[in-house]
T-cell receptor, first 113, second 115 residues
Framework: GDSVTQMEGPVTLSEEAFLTINCTYTATGYPSLFWYVQYPGEGLQLLLKATKADDKGSNKGFEATYRKETTSFHLEKGSVQVSDSAVYFCALSVLQGAQKLVFGQGTRLTINP | GAGVSQSPSNKVTEKGKDVELRCDPISGHTALYWYRQRLGQGLEFLIYFQGNSAPDKSGLPSDRFSAERTGESVSTLTIQRTQQEDSAVYLC?????????????FGSGTRLTVV
């Protein structure tokens, strides 16, 4: 079945460090790929998405590129801020049936000043 | 409303009791999803409603779980004879259509604690 595996956390970085959170997927079809973020005390929010191979999603300085050949969608940011501290979820959705989201287990990111 | 509204935000219940969780989707959103988020884990799909079609119940973990939705409005998730392993945050999401293309908007969730 469809599944998402993401880098285990927690991840702790200093402000202005470079961030990578790895995400790989298994899907029977051609999925859309998503990164969601959950800030402390808040609901789940869409951070970025990509719907086909080689697409790059970007938002708030974060980027991720849909790599079909490596079945990956790694999240990157060049210079993190304390306000980026949150839990990040990689997810996929296949364009058939319910098109439900299949989530990775989440990575907790803490940025220290 | 402007977003997906869930109530209650927190619920503590005794083992064996029934609970009912409510989701108000964004007006006009025909698709509605329920997910469960256990502590330290990702989200698990529970059930999907799309308009007046038969729901996709493939994620419901046991027959103690059920959900209803009337048309394109409010949905309720009912857990009967709650167990401690039901403790989790229950999230609702809605979408203009099946979500992969239209995108999903999540509510803030109901935190259920079974004691």
């Amino acid at each position: 079945g469809d599944s998402v595996t993401q880098m285990e956390g927690p991840v702790t970085l200093s402000e202005e460090a470079f961030l990578t959170i790895n995400c790989t997927y298994t899907a029977t079809g051609y999925p859309s790929l998503f990164w969601y973020v959950q800030y402390p005390g808040e609901g789940l929010q869409l951070l970025l998405k990509a719907t086909k191979a080689d697409d790059k999603g970007s938002n708030k300085g974060f980027e991720a590129t849909y790599r079909k050949e490596t079945t990956s969608f790694h999240l990157e940011k060049g210079s993190v801020q304390v306000s980026d501290s949150a839990v990040y979820f990689c997810a996929l959705s296949v364009l058939q049936g319910a098109q439900k989201l299949v989530f990775g287990q989440g990575t907790r990111l803490t940025i220290n000043p | 409303g402007a977003g997906v509204s869930q109530s209650p935000s927190n619920k503590v219940t005794e083992k064996g009791k029934d609970v009912e969780l409510r989701c108000d989707p964004i007006s006009g959103h025909t698709a509605l999803y329920w997910y469960r988020q256990r502590l330290g884990q990702g989200l698990e799909f529970l059930i999907y409603f799309q308009g007046n079609s038969a729901p996709d119940k493939s994620g419901l973990p046991s027959d103690r779980f059920s959900a209803e939705r009337t048309g394109e409005s409010v949905s309720t998730l009912t857990i009967q004879r709650t167990q401690q392993e039901d403790s989790a945050v229950y999230l609702c999401a809605s979408s203009l259509g099946p979500g992969a293309n239209y995108g999903y908007t999540f509510g803030s969730g109901t935190r259920l604690t079974v004691v």
